[in-house]
């Protein structure tokens, strides 16, 4: 079987509303290093990445390629403006990807420790059902809490339960697809398997890494640095 071309779109074009430090986080220095070099650095290194779409806020746009071209990134194809709504962005991102691409790869920039087993696991996955994401199974006891209180009115069954994480891949033109479609505006998808779920498109899951995190407050940068200061994470090109 022939190597799949594999186009990554990295989703750095959030506000960061609920990360108190100041600025982006996608800029914030980790280890002394923007956080958003850690994943571009892992698909500038991974054979199984052929180009990179980099979706940021329109006023980072010349930060970013700065940034890009200080790190000597040679992956990166675009740099684009990402949309009010995560959809938007990560659209914007796939229109701007080689039309020769076998399958679209989406990350986001907010997790910075993705790695390339990972990666690869999530691609075979597409190979053999069009649409895979990574994730990791839920683990602690989850309760459904209501007003007023809150009051615990029910204890969910953990089992079948997973934490969706990045990377997730789709086929070209499934992901054209899904774009393209009517009503994809009004659905309010966190990641692109819900867009799919909501079009009726099967999507399978591989594992992911619990190391593979989300930065989305000051408390989970802490964690990352802590990550970053024992070795893990691995290590981003100058």
């Known amino acids: 079987m022939s190597i799949p071309k594999v186009s990554a779109v990295v989703a750095a074009a959030g506000l960061s509303k609920r990360f108190s430090l100041h600025g982006k986080k996608q800029f914030a220095a980790l280890g002394g290093k923007p956080l958003l070099t850690y994943c571009l650095s892992t698909f500038e290194s991974s054979e199984f990445i052929t180009s990179v779409v980099v979706v940021v806020p329109e006023d980072e746009i010349s930060r970013s390629r700065e940034l890009i071209e200080s790190f000597g990134f040679e992956k990166i194809t675009s740099v684009v403006v990402g949309g009010e709504k995560r959809h938007v962005s990560v659209r914007n991102g796939f229109r701007a990807t080689p039309p020769d691409s076998d399958m679209v790869l989406i990350h986001d920039a907010a997790r910075p420790f993705v790695d390339n087993d990972t990666i690869k696991r999530v691609i075979e996955g597409c190979s053999r059902t069009g649409a895979c994401i990574c994730a990791v199974p839920v683990t602690d006891t989850l309760k459904r809490a209501q007003e007023p209180g809150p009051l615990v009115s029910e204890t969910i069954p953990r089992e079948k339960l997973w934490r969706a994480q990045t990377p997730q891949v789709f086929r070209r033109e499934i992901l054209g697809e899904i774009y393209c479609s009517d009503g994809i505006a009004d659905i ?51």
């Open 188 to 238: 309010d998808a966190t990641d692109e398997s819900a867009l799919a779920e909501a079009k009726g498109i099967g999507v399978s899951v591989v594992a992911g890494d619990d190391l593979n995190l989300k930065i989305t407050t000051a408390a989970d940068f802490k964690i990352a640095e802590l990550i970053v200061s024992k070795g893990g994470g691995g290590q981003c090109t100058e």
